[in-house]
Every structure is written in structure tokens, then in C-alpha cells.
């Protein structure tokens, strides 16, 4: 696992938030493909970070979740972003920018390895 | 907003069953199937997909496990499982559960009870507002513990101490009929200035209470309920403010009820201003130096202290006894006294309650010793059990939750429990209250209490739990080794087990002893001679006219009283079973408090010798005989001794020898005296002693005659008279025809104190006879417990030592050998305990000592006879556990080893 990044909860909830924003409904496995593509495969997954999140998402009332039939009919579990998750994805996403680029203001500007 | 949100969903987590479980599996299972596809898909084998998926997925278990516990809560989950666990444990050793239930709820249960009787009479803070400011003056002298102020006095001592600036209010004590048909009671009243309430500090639950403007002579008498009286004659009848009611001649207007209070000394059913009473406006009251009939307390300064006020207090009075040596009596010791209000309310009870308190913290100590001896025991058989847990992963930190998890239940279940037979306890223990304080009526079991029970559990639960010891982090290993085996517990352990009995043997004994000294104080109680030659005798005061018609002596009243009361008696004479009635004030065994200075003649005091006092008591003809007092000289009275005839008297014994020591006084005379019989109905006209008769244990069993002076009941005002009625079988039995008679002639008179000798004897006993009893099952409790204790460590420690007693036996030694080994084991425990419970039942001996009557503190034959008794209880409790050693088959016992 060198090389791969530990995720922090809240950056999670905010990956999780911003991949159903974008693609809509979506079971587990498909939210942990597209956050491990999205991020170059740098970020790795595994259930007993992803789930513990979503539970945790859909507690606060952000996410929704129901039981669906699969794109290759199999039941899964496909979680949908509420009206309050889509809130709280538009107030984080704007702090991250704001947060971000004044981190990179201060670093100065640095080429990805 | 989403905190809360999620917190809801987490508890309701709490519940979800094992349909959420499945869906999680589910869940997984179904990323777990799209990724093996996934990898199938990208061309790898089937075999290997699935390895890869399982791989990354790091792990399904773990995963459920970290969604499980963001489902609920997972502390809630640990804790409810580890109750279900020690639940489950509990349930396995049932004798052991019950036992230490049991011992706890018997000690929490004690340690309650009487806390919360100390807490409601001594630790509470006054209704009264700011309670703490007020403070109590007391004056007393030789002959009386209580006598008041006179209003020349009071005067002075506003005058002359600033730090009582936040004011001082008076009542004197008095009594009136409240009038109203069949209902007719005498009141205790108190005789309140204006400021009284104010500085009091007491509130209104109904109405308004009386204030400055209603002082003084041409206003409207007024009254103010106590909230007890109140209750009990009213039924909390809210319309009662405003009505008038008749008290003695007058018609009074109720104006208010004030919020239930204490009173001191004594209880009080409603307070009146002074315009009741005429004598208490009259010349005689305001400027009688001598006329003490004023209770005081007052209010500190805000800035003042205690000492300052004593202080200031000492110097008014040191002044007052310099500008007025006739008031003040060299030879009595007239002093004063400032003392906290709450102090003065408790100080009757102070005493007999820490003891009661040590008595109960004694069992609650020797039990919690029990509970951890049993404790010790269990944990070392179960440390095998807890061996194989550490095995199986549990941490040190899980298996300390554990035990306290357990212990948690033991003493929850025994203050639950506890609380149970406190609540029981607390009514035996307000009838004791109500002896010794008036603030009995705040005795109960509330939150405070309650707090107190737990936290005594709580606190009880930890210490357990430290007692059982774990091994440290890191040593499983060598426990391990030996958990196969049966263990000992480790020097250490046995060490405090031991040391555990000791203490509860000395306790035991401590308590015994106390108990024992308290019994002989009930014993020799009940054992004194009332004076009285009979028991068979039933007394009923009926008081026709109150002391204030007395006092201002209405000649025509005091007529017709007399006339009835003789009516009376010559009626209940003719009851069947009756053999003789007298007439008479106040009843035989009852204390008086109308008591003054007498001289006699040829009698002189020696300077500094304190004046002699005689009560002033009234007796007709029959008197003497219907009451069993033996006459010891001279005549008893007769009809002769009429209202106009010659003045005489009989004294009683004490007062005989007081006067005259070693002469006879048959025939000499003597006569009350003072300043202060100008403001009584009875003269100082010197009187013939026609008689002497035997002392009575009128001030109670415990207490020393005082000097006593009987005039004929026709010779002095009839005030608070009452029958003496003998008779030749069962004095109970003449109650109701004799009742029946009174209330015929006297239909409104009030008739109180209708008891047998015997009742009344009994009710002087009875606070002795709890107190004992309380004490005496608290010491025989403490001796079983400690039994257990004993023979319970023994018993472990035969069993810990099979092993080695087998060795012995296979080497030669006999069962008798074995079986005093044991035995000396435990006689040494049981021995030191002895010693160290006898040193400590002196020392409690010498606090308890003014408890004491008729048996001496350091009373050698309670201490041996307890020490006896220990002794042998002691044995057995070894002896059973010797036995069983000396059982032990040699060859079983190598063998199991």
C-alpha cells in the first residue's frame, strides 16, 4: 500500500457526497471505483472505511439509501444525495476551494510529483 | 440540528435486530460479488478475482464490526453486555448473590435510615430564613434548665447587645381552650410580640401572620396557626382564615398559618398577640424583674458574629446580676447561655443519634467487610474463569469493567433493597425522633437521601472491586501456568482476609457491648420504683379552668370548678371495679413545671447554698391513697381541711430532707417564697406540715425527685385538676364509663392524658427500650455477619490448604492435630479481635455515658459477659471448618492435588 494516501473522514464525506452529486444514485462498490479512479487510484478504499461513512452520511440525514436492482441485476444497497447533502456538498466544496487556495498562496505553487 | 438527528438514529440503532445485520452482509457480499466480476471481467481467473476482491476489501468482518458500532452506541452496547454477563454470573452462584445482597441491604438499609433521621433533625438547614443567623438565649440556674426571661430583662439585653440587631422575638408559653363543643382542646399557645415573625424569619402559607401594629392593649386579638395544628384540628381547611373562633372567654380572629416550623423547648399550636392575655400587659409582667415566662430568639446583626454576641450577651448580664442581686440568686448559679437556633433544636437528640449513626456505620463496615471477604474468595476460585478470558482476548481494562460491572449489581440490588427496609425503618425511628426533637416532622426519605444510599453503593462497588485483585498487564502468562491448578490466593490476599475478620470481630463487639449497656439502662429503668405501690390506676387531667383563668383568679369559676370536679369523683366512685378516686393537680408521674422557692421555719440557708424549691402540687383526701403513695408520717388530709380552715400541707420526702435533715417535721411549717409568687394565684402564707409522704418519679424514671409541697385541693385554685382512679382489676377497662361521666358534666372541658400508671411508665422507658433494641439488633446482626466471616475464611483457607493437610495427615499427623491447628488459626483472629473490640467498647463506652442510668460505663459484667459471648460464638464459627480439616482423607487429598 505504499504510496496510497489515508483518507480523513471528513475529506471522505465530502468525495462521497460530491460522486453521487455527479453521477447520481449509486450502490457502494460503484462509489469506491470512481473515488479510487478520481483519484488516480492514489486512494484505496476499503469496506471498513467506506460503509462505516455512508452509515454515518445517511444518519445526518445528507444521503439517502435504498434497495435497488444493479445495472447487472443484482440487489444492491443505492445511496442518492438528499437536499441537505447537496447543501452541505455546495458550503464544503466552496470552503475547500476557499481553504485550498490560500494554502497554496502560502506554499507557493509546486508541481505534482 | 444533524447532531441530534444522528444521535436518534444511533439509539434507535440500539435496537435494530439481526434483519440490519443481514442487509449489511448483504451489502457486502454484493460489493464483494461486483468486484470479483470486475476483476473477472479485466481477465483474471476466477479464483485469483476473488482473492483480490477480499484483499482489498480488508477484511468483511472488520468491516461489519466498524459499521455496527457507528450503527449504535457502542459504549451502551459494551455496558449493557457486560450487565447481561454479570448478570448471568450472578445467577450461577445463587447462595453467594443472596448472601451478599442480603448483608448489604441489611447495612445500607441501617446506614439510611438513621441518616436520614440525622439529616432531618441535625444536619438540614432551619425553614426559617437565613436559619443559620438565629441563636437561642437561654437562661438557667441549678434548680432548672430553662426559665426564661422576664421583660425588665429582655429590655436590657436589646439594650445592651447591638450584635442581636436583627431584632429578638419573644413568646412565652401558655395554654388556652380552644372551645367548640365535644371538641374542646387545650392549645399549647405561644404569646408572640409583633416583630416575631419577622425576625423569626417565617412566612405565611395562608393569610398573614401577626406584625407590629396588632401589639399593645385595644386591638383585636388575632391567632396564627402552626401548619401542624392546623392540620391535624382543621384538616387543612383552607377557609380558615378569617373565621373567629372562641379560645378560653375571648373570640378570636384566625388570621393566617405559618409554614411548618419547629419550636423550642416546646411544641406550639398556635401564636396569638398579647392582647389575649391581660396579664401579659399588666404591671406585674412588664416590670417583674423575677417574672420569667419569655422565651428569646433573635436574629444576628448581618455584620455579627457568634463571639461577638456571646460576648456582649455576658456583659449585659454580669451588669443585670450587679444591679439586681435580689433577682438573681448567688446560691443558684444564675447564668445565660447564646446558642445556635438549629444547635438548640437538636441538642436533646444529638447524642442518641451518632450513636445510633456509629451503630449502623458499624454493620454497614462489618458487612462491606463480609461482601469482601466473600469477594476474595470467589475471585480466587474464579480466576481460573478469568484466566481463560484474558486467553481469549479480554483486556485487563474489560475484565476490571467486569467485576465492576458485577459489584455494580451487588450493591445496586442491596441499596435497592436497602432502601426497602429504610423506608420501614424510618416510621419505627420518627417515633423515637419525636422524643428527643421537635424537627422529627422533617424526617424523610427524599432525594437527599436517596443520593445517599446510591452513593454509599457506588462508593461500596469500587472499593470491591479493588479488593479482587488482577494481575498486572503483562503477567498472564504466569497466571497461565498456574491456572490449572487450585490457588491459595497469594500471602497478600490472605493477609487482608485476615485482617478483614479481625475488624469484624472488634466491631461486633464494640456494638455489643453498647448494646449490652443499653439494655442494662432500659433494665434498671424499668426497675425503678415509681413510688407508687400500684400500676392498676388510670389518671385523666381535665382542666376547667386554664392556667390564665387561674392566674386571674376568678373566684366564682374556681367555685364552680371544684363543685364539678367533685361531682365528678363522686361518680366514677360508683363505677363497679373502682375502689377509690382522688382529685388532684397535676396527675402522679407527671412533670410540673410550677415550682418555686421555699423557706422553712428555723430553717437557714448557708451563704452561697442554693435556695431550696418546692412544686406546687394539690391533693384532696383520697389522693394519697388512690395514687398507692405511701404515707411515711403524719396525717394524709382530710374534709376538715377546708378552703377556710387552717392552711396546711404535705411534703414529700426529698423536700423533708432538704428542710430538715434528720428532724421530724410533722407540725413545723413552711411556706413558698420569692419575688416572683406576686404574679401566681398561690400565696406565701407560712402552712402546718400535717404529713410526709414517699418520693415519685414524677420528672421521669431517670431523673431525681425534687422537693414537692401538697395542699389540699381545696386550698388553692383548681387550675389543670385531674382524677386518680383505683382500681382492683384492669384499669384500661375504665376508660370509656369513666369518660362518659367527665364529658357529662363537663361537656366542654377538655380531657387529655387519659392513661393507665402503667402507660405512663411505659412511655418513659419506651425511647430507652427502641434505643437499646436499635442497638441491640445491630450488634447481634454485626456477630452473625462476623460469624460468617470467620468460619467463611477458615473454611477457604482449609480448603486452599488440602493440599498440605493431607501431607501432614500422610506423615502422621492425627485429625485431632489438624483440627487444632485450624482451630488456632482462627482463635488467634477471633482473639485479637477480642482485644482490640473491648479496648474500643471502653472508649465508646465513655461517649455514650450520659446515656447511661443505673449501670456503669466500664461495667465489668456487660464487657465479660460480651467478651463470653464473642469468645464462643467465635469458636463455633472455627470449629466447623476444623472439623472438616480434620476429615480430610489423606489419600483424596494428595491425589487431587
Redesign the interface.
Known amino acids: 500500500m505504499a504510496g496510497k494516501l489515508d483518507i480523513q473522514q471528513g475529506t471522505l464525506a465530502l468525495m462521497v457526497l460530491k460522486t453521487l452529486d455527479v453521477l447520481g444514485p449509486l450502490h457502494g462498490y460503484g462509489i469506491a471505483r470512481r473515488i479510487e479512479e478520481t483519484s488516480r487510484n492514489r486512494l484505496s478504499l476499503n469496506y471498513g472505511t467506506l460503509y462505516p461513512a455512508l452509515l454515518k452520511l445517511e444518519q445526518e440525514g445528507f444521503i439517502t439509501a435504498e434497495w435497488r436492482q444493479s445495472e447487472n441485476n443484482r440487489r444492491a444497497k443505492f445511496y442518492a444525495l438528499s437536499a441537505a447533502g447537496r447543501k452541505r456538498l455546495a458550503r464544503e466544496a466552496r470552503e475547500w476551494h476557499q481553504t485550498a487556495d490560500l494554502i497554496a498562496a502560502f506554499l507557493g505553487r509546486r508541481e505534482a510529483p | 440540528m444533524?447532531h441530534v438527528?444522528?444521535l436518534l438514529?444511533?439509539i434507535a440503532?440500539l435496537f435494530s435486530g439481526p434483519k440490519a445485520d443481514a442487509?449489511?452482509e448483504?451489502?457486502?457480499q454484493?460489493?464483494l460479488?461486483?468486484?470479483t466480476?470486475?476483476n473477472i471481467r479485466r481477465g483474471m481467473a476466477p479464483e485469483e478475482a476473488r482473492r483480490q476482491a477480499l484483499l482489498?476489501?480488508?477484511?468483511?468482518t472488520?468491516?461489519a464490526?466498524?459499521?455496527r458500532?457507528?450503527?449504535g452506541l457502542p459504549w451502551i452496547e459494551g455496558l449493557t453486555a457486560d450487565i447481561r454477563y454479570a448478570l448471568r454470573s450472578l445467577r450461577r452462584s445463587p447462595a453467594f448473590t443472596a448472601i451478599v445482597v442480603l448483608t448489604l441491604a441489611l447495612g445500607i438499609g441501617a446506614t439510611t435510615a438513621i441518616f436520614s433521621v440525622v439529616r432531618a433533625v441535625l444536619l438540614k438547614p432551619l425553614p426559617h430564613r437565613e436559619g443559620n443567623r438565629l441563636v437561642y438565649l437561654r437562661q438557667s440556674n441549678d434548680a432548672a434548665s430553662e426559665i426564661g426571661f422576664s421583660v425588665p430583662e429582655v429590655r436590657d439585653i436589646r439594650a445592651g447587645a447591638p450584635s442581636l440587631g436583627g431584632g429578638i422575638a419573644e413568646w412565652s408559653s401558655w395554654t388556652a381552650v380552644l372551645q367548640g363543643g365535644e371538641g374542646a382542646a387545650r392549645m399549647s399557645i405561644g404569646l408572640v410580640t409583633g416583630n416575631f415573625f419577622e425576625v423569626m424569619g417565617l412566612s405565611p402559607v395562608l393569610g398573614r401572620l401577626t406584625r407590629p401594629s396588632d401589639d399593645g392593649p385595644g386591638v383585636p386579638p388575632v391567632m396564627v396557626l402552626t401548619h401542624e395544628f392546623w392540620m391535624s384540628r382543621f384538616g387543612g381547611d383552607s377557609s380558615i382564615v378569617g373565621r373567629r373562633v372562641r379560645v378560653d372567654r375571648n373570640s378570636v380572629t384566625v388570621i393566617g398559618v405559618m409554614q411548618p416550623a419547629p419550636f423550642f423547648p416546646s411544641r406550639v399550636d398556635a401564636l396569638f398577640n398579647m392582647v389575649i392575655s391581660p396579664h401579659h400587659l399588666s404591671a406585674t409582667m412588664v416590670e417583674g424583674r423575677t417574672h420569667r415566662m419569655t422565651e428569646l430568639v433573635a436574629r444576628l446583626a448581618p455584620a455579627a458574629s457568634m463571639r461577638q454576641a456571646r460576648s456582649e450577651v455576658a456583659a449585659v448580664y454580669a451588669r443585670m446580676q450587679r444591679d439586681f442581686p435580689a433577682a438573681y440568686d448567688p446560691g443558684s448559679h444564675y447564668r445565660v447561655e447564646v446558642v445556635p437556633f438549629q444547635q438548640v433544636l437538636g441538642e436533646r437528640a444529638r447524642l442518641t443519634l451518632w450513636l445510633l449513626m456509629g451503630a449502623a456505620v458499624f454493620v454497614m463496615i462489618i458487612s462491606a467487610a463480609n461482601v469482601a471477604n466473600l469477594t476474595l474468595m470467589r475471585g480466587v476460585r474464579r480466576e481460573h474463569e478469568l484466566v481463560t478470558r484474558a486467553a481469549l482476548g479480554a483486556g485487563l481494562a474489560r475484565l476490571r469493567r467486569l467485576l465492576l460491572a458485577e459489584n455494580l449489581l451487588l450493591t445496586l440490588a442491596g441499596a435497592g433493597l436497602g432502601v426497602l427496609i429504610a423506608l420501614g425503618g424510618v416510621r419505627l425511628l420518627i417515633a423515637l425522633a419525636e422524643r428527643y426533637s421537635p424537627r422529627a416532622g422533617e424526617i424523610r426519605v427524599d432525594t437527599v437521601v436517596l443520593g445517599f444510599a446510591l452513593a454509599l453503593s457506588l462508593v461500596l462497588a469500587i472499593l470491591l472491586s479493588l479488593v479482587a485483585s488482577l494481575p498486572k498487564e503483562g503477567t498472564f502468562a504466569s497466571w497461565f501456568a498456574a491456572g490449572g491448578h487450585r490457588m491459595s490466593g497469594g500471602l497478600r490476599k490472605q493477609r487482608l482476609q485476615r485482617a478483614l475478620v479481625v475488624v469484624q470481630v472488634a466491631v461486633s463487639v464494640v456494638l455489643l457491648a453498647g448494646a449490652g449497656l443499653l439494655t442494662r439502662t432500659m433494665i434498671s429503668l424499668s426497675n425503678v420504683r415509681t413510688g407508687l405501690t400500684t400500676e392498676e390506676i388510670l389518671t385523666m387531667q381535665i382542666p376547667l379552668l386554664t392556667l390564665g383563668q387561674a392566674a386571674i383568679s376568678d373566684p366564682q369559676a374556681d367555685v364552680r370548678a371544684k363543685e364539678q370536679y367533685e361531682l365528678m369523683r363522686s361518680e366514677i366512685a360508683t363505677l363497679p371495679g373502682v375502689s377509690v378516686v382522688g382529685l388532684g393537680s397535676p396527675m402522679p408521674l407527671r412533670s410540673s413545671d410550677v415550682a418555686f422557692d421555699v423557706k422553712a421555719e428555723g430553717k437557714t440557708f448557708a451563704p452561697g447554698e442554693a435556695a431550696a424549691t418546692a412544686e406546687v402540687r394539690t391533693a384532696n383526701p383520697e389522693f394519697f391513697r388512690a395514687a398507692g403513695i405511701p404515707l411515711l408520717a403524719g396525717r394524709e388530709f382530710a374534709a376538715t381541711d377546708r378552703a377556710d380552715g387552717a392552711a396546711v400541707v404535705i411534703i414529700n420526702q426529698a423536700l423533708a430532707e432538704r428542710l430538715f435533715p434528720g428532724e421530724d417535721p410533722i407540725g413545723k411549717r413552711a411556706a413558698w417564697t420569692g419575688d416572683v409568687l406576686r404574679f401566681t394565684p398561690i400565696s406565701g402564707d407560712w402552712r402546718t406540715i400535717v404529713g410526709v409522704v414517699a418520693n415519685t418519679q414524677d420528672g421521669g424514671l431517670d431523673a431525681r425527685p425534687r422537693g414537692v409541697m401538697f395542699v389540699p385541693f381545696s386550698q388553692l385554685v383548681a387550675f389543670s385538676g385531674g382524677l386518680v382512679i383505683r382500681t382492683d382489676n384492669d384499669a384500661e377497662a375504665l376508660v370509656a364509663p369513666a369518660t362518659r361521666i367527665v364529658r357529662r358534666i363537663a361537656p366542654a372541658a377538655p380531657i387529655e392524658n387519659v392513661r393507665t400508671i402503667a402507660q405512663i411508665k411505659d412511655e418513659s422507658v419506651s425511647p430507652r427500650r427502641l434505643n437499646a433494641a436499635l442497638v441491640s439488633s445491630f450488634g447481634i446482626l454485626a456477630m452473625i455477619i462476623a460469624a460468617v466471616g470467620v468460619a467463611g475464611v477458615l473454611a477457604f483457607s482449609v480448603s486452599a490448604r488440602t493440599n498440605e493437610i493431607g501431607i501432614r495427615m500422610s506423615l502422621g499427623a492425627d485429625s485431632g492435630r489438624m483440627q487444632r491447628m485450624i482451630l488456632k488459626e482462627g482463635g488467634v483472629l477471633v482473639a485479637l479481635g477480642l482485644v482490640l473490640g473491648v479496648g474500643g467498647g471502653f472508649l465508646a463506652a465513655g461517649v455514650m455515658r450520659s446515656l447511661l442510668f443505673g449501670v456503669a460505663p466500664h461495667d465489668p459484667a456487660t464487657f465479660i459477659g460480651v467478651a463470653l459471648m464473642m469468645a464462643a460464638i467465635g469458636t463455633l464459627a472455627c470449629w466447623i471448618p476444623a472439623r472438616r480439616a480434620s476429615r480430610i482423607d489423606p489419600a483424596i487429598a494428595i491425589r487431587v492435588a
Open positions: 444533524r438527528r444522528a438514529a444511533r440503532g442487509a449489511l448483504e451489502e457486502l454484493a460489493h460479488d461486483m468486484e466480476a470486475e482489498a476489501s480488508g477484511g468483511l472488520q468491516a464490526e466498524a459499521v458500532d457507528q450503527r
